[in-house]
């Protein structure tokens, strides 16, 4: 069982200060076993292990993290990463209607993410939507969404099983067209397994109204087959999207891994639920811990690095107290800090709220690896003097530390006024606020 082979991991490599090519095999094999669990087809896990022991070599253990726990690190993130992007949202920069044509075999749940894709794009867009079937086969398809748009409270556009899809889909476009409908979502049949029929049907609606949006509809419990099917349909249809449906089940979400790979296109949404309201915003992270289904080592891993922040946190709680002051060196160790734990967003969560808000303000959320790094740069282009007495720093010395850092003096500028920003914060709380402050990074 997973639990036991991870203590297994971490009995092997404890101890061990550096990732070595033997433990990361090791941990690596432990890994791959836990994919395939998760119904990670075989082809994606064998490059994701390659992709992942490449990154892995050479990375120092940070902190109180055993190598072990290193490695497991090193893959939720690569994991994470993989999975794509977070919360990308339907595209409508069409002309009016924007089309949002749904693919997928029968039973992957296209109809009822067409009716919560109407609930959601009707109520977070105020947008208005237009739903049509064109399932002609599935009986009672039609009336199923029908139905749908009902309860959730969007237009119907009527079609019946004696007509074609194709001709089906011109009449409702044309409809959407004449009454100004911002959206029209349209469902399309499937059947049980690919066939040429199908595929013939999907290109012919897909080229009839050349669709904004192409959702490839994937039904998470379809484990190993996912790959075969999200294969079929890119190459069919250039798929803009992925719905990973039925994530309320017991699959362990492996497909959205495969299907991430294969199809190369984000996964926006995923099913949650049969309900119309059970649709959420796609998280690689959760995806991420889901997959690898290492929870326990996850939070293990997490605490870690907290107590890694802590660690940092007193040592410069002590330096504010001794009346040192807090110098261009500690917001660099800072900034460090902060990508050791995974960018902004991961050590916001660390951080108490005074300080995240702040920080918040000066780093826009979506700062990312770059934004730091730039920082850093600038900040390794200053001598040790100015590090320590930034108010040094004038004009011509602006000049050099931007010549230096290969960035703007406005950027030099922004970081000294960041830096002043965190200073005073830093110095309100050595005035009596260390005890909250501490208080706040163990929250
Ligand atoms: P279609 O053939 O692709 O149109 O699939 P349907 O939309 O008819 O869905 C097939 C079945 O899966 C129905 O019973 C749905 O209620 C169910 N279903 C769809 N999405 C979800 C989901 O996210 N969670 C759960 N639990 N059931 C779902
Ligand atoms: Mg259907």
Same mark, same amino acid.
């Given at each position: 069982n997973l639990t036991g082979r991870l203590s297994t991991i971490m009995k092997t490599l404890r101890g061990e200060a550096r990732l070595t090519e033997s433990n990361i095999s090791d941990a690596m094999r432990e890994v791959r076993m836990a994919l395939l669990e998760a119904d990670v087809a075989l082809p994606v896990v064998k490059t994701f292990i390659a992709q992942v022991k490449e990154r892995a070599m050479g990375q120092e253990v940070i902190g109180s993290l055993s190598p072990g726990q290193a490695v497991i690190g090193v893959v939720h993130q690569e994991l994470t990463r993989l999975m794509g992007e977070a919360n990308v949202d339907l595209n409508f $920069?069409?002309?009016?209607? $924007?089309i949002v044509l749904m693919a997928g075999l029968q039973g992957a749940g296209k109809t009822t993410t067409v009716g919560k894709l109407a609930k959601y794009v009707r109520e977070q867009h105020k947008k208005k939507v237009l739903v049509v079937s064109c399932d002609v086969y599935r009986p009672a398809a039609i009336e199923q969404l029908r139905l749908l748009a009902e309860q959730v409270g969007v237009e119907w556009f009527p079609s019946s099983d004696q007509d074609e899809p194709v001709a089906i889909a011109r009449a409702a476009l044309e409809h959407a067209r004449r009454h100004l409908f911002d959206v029209l979502l349209v469902d399309t049949a499937g059947r049980l397994a690919i066939d040429e029929a199908m595929m013939q049907e999907i290109k012919a609606l897909h080229a009839a109204l050349n669709p904004i949006e192409t959702l490839f509809v994937v039904d998470a419990m379809q484990g190993q087959d996912a790959v075969n099917t999200a294969r079929a349909f890119s190459e069919a249809l250039p798929l803009t999207g992925v719905v990973l449906t039925k994530l309320d089940g017991d699959a362990r979400g492996g497909a959205a891994l495969s299907v991430r790979q294969i199809t190369g296109k984000p996964i926006k949404f995923v099913g949650v639920a049969e309900k119309v309201g059970g649709l959420e915003p796609f998280h690689p992270e959760r995806m991420a811990s889901r997959v690898l289904g290492m929870g326990d080592v996850l939070s293990l891993i997490e605490e870690a690095q907290k107590s890694v922040d802590q660690e940092e946190a007193k040592k410069m709680m002590a330096k504010v107290k001794s009346g040192k002051g807090f110098d261009l060196e500690d917001f660099k160790m800072q900034i460090v800090q902060m990508r050791k734990m995974g960018g902004i967003s991961g050590l916001m969560d660390k951080l108490p709220a005074q300080l995240t808000g702040q920080l918040g303000g000066q780093l826009p959320a979506g700062a990312d690896e770059k934004a730091i790094n730039r920082i850093e740069g600038i900040i390794n282009s200053m001598t040790r003097q100015e590090r320590s007495k930034p108010e040094l720093i004038k004009a011509s010395r602006k000049r050099r530390i931007a010549a230096g850092a290969g960035v703007s003096v406005q950027e030099v500028n922004r970081l000294l006024n960041q830096f002043e920003t965190t200073q005073k914060m830093m110095k309100q709380f050595s005035k009596g606020g260390i005890g909250k402050l501490m208080r706040g990074m163990k929250g």
């Open positions: $920069a069409s002309q009016p209607p $924007a």
